[in-house]
């Protein structure tokens, strides 16, 4: 199916009062401007990287460098998107207990999700992948250094920005293939993991996304 901006436009859906900046476990979902094939391609049902998935990867697993609050968990770069599942530990967040364990069976804290992001229509996974699109980069105060203890949104703005500076270069000086004006969307598509069981079923969606290519909302 041909991209239709008008037709895949999403609206922005986020959840209303959750602090992004406390400790927790998301998944996330990254998508190239216009679904854009850049990082490679699906062949025999494995994920074959070029040059540029092997950039992307490389800046996920920087982002434990950068921001020591965060862990980077399973991920998985696709020809024209990227899953990861993301852990805010919250060591920089004075108000959260350290010993809470953010992969409880049930966190009645956090309101319920009602939307669904639909990355794969099956059954089995449309309803804990829940949707909410990233709103604009927010500024905040840093609490104990730098970086400890910054949004979400902060951390997902500097790896877009240090995998699309690089693409850039790379396109000037090593012919990779170039894109139209922005390399990926504006928003991203991110979904609270509240429980065990959630995270070991988006854990194996995102180990399995290259075997269901060709039924992924993002194949072109």
Same mark, same amino acid.
């Given at each position: 199916m041909k991209y239709d901006p008008k037709r895949h436009r999403?609206?922005?859906?986020?959840?209303?009062?959750? %602090?992004y900046s406390q400790a927790g476990m998301f998944?996330?979902?990254?998508?190239?401007?216009? *679904? #854009?094939?850049?990082?490679?391609?699906?062949?025999?049902?494995?994920?074959v990287l070029n040059a540029a998935g092997e950039m992307i990867e490389k800046w996920y697993l920087e982002l434990e460098n950068k921001f020591p609050d965060m862990e980077c968990h399973e991920y998985q770069v696709m020809p024209n998107h990227f899953h990861a599942i993301i852990i805010?530990?919250?060591?920089?967040?004075?108000n959260i207990n350290k010993k809470d364990n953010y992969l409880g069976e049930e966190d009645q804290n956090v309101p319920s999700v009602g939307a669904d992001l639909r990355v794969?229509? %099956?059954?089995n996974t449309k309803s804990i992948l829940g949707e909410h699109i990233?709103?604009?980069? *927010? #500024?905040?105060?840093?609490?104990?250094?730098?970086h400890i203890g910054s949004p979400l949104q902060r951390v997902l703005q500097w790896f877009k920005?240090?995998?699309?500076?690089?693409?850039?270069?790379?396109?000037?000086?090593?012919?990779?293939?170039?894109?139209?004006?922005?390399?990926?969307?504006?928003?991203?598509?991110?979904?609270?993991?509240?429980?065990?069981?959630?995270?070991?079923?988006?854990s194996n969606y995102i180990i399995n996304n290259p075997e269901n290519w060709k039924d992924d909302r993002f194949f072109v």
């Open positions: 999403r609206r922005s859906i986020r959840l209303k009062g959750y %602090d998944f996330i979902t990254i998508c190239t401007k216009n *679904r #854009e094939c850049l990082f490679g391609n699906v062949e025999n049902n494995k994920m805010n530990t919250g060591q920089g967040n004075p794969r229509p %099956d059954a990233g709103s604009p980069l *927010r #500024e905040s105060k840093p609490i104990l250094g730098e920005t240090m995998t699309t500076n690089e693409y850039i270069r790379s396109v000037k000086t090593l012919n990779w293939q170039a894109f139209d004006k922005k390399m990926f969307q504006r928003n991203y598509y991110e979904h609270i993991i509240r429980n065990q069981k959630s995270y070991d079923q988006i």
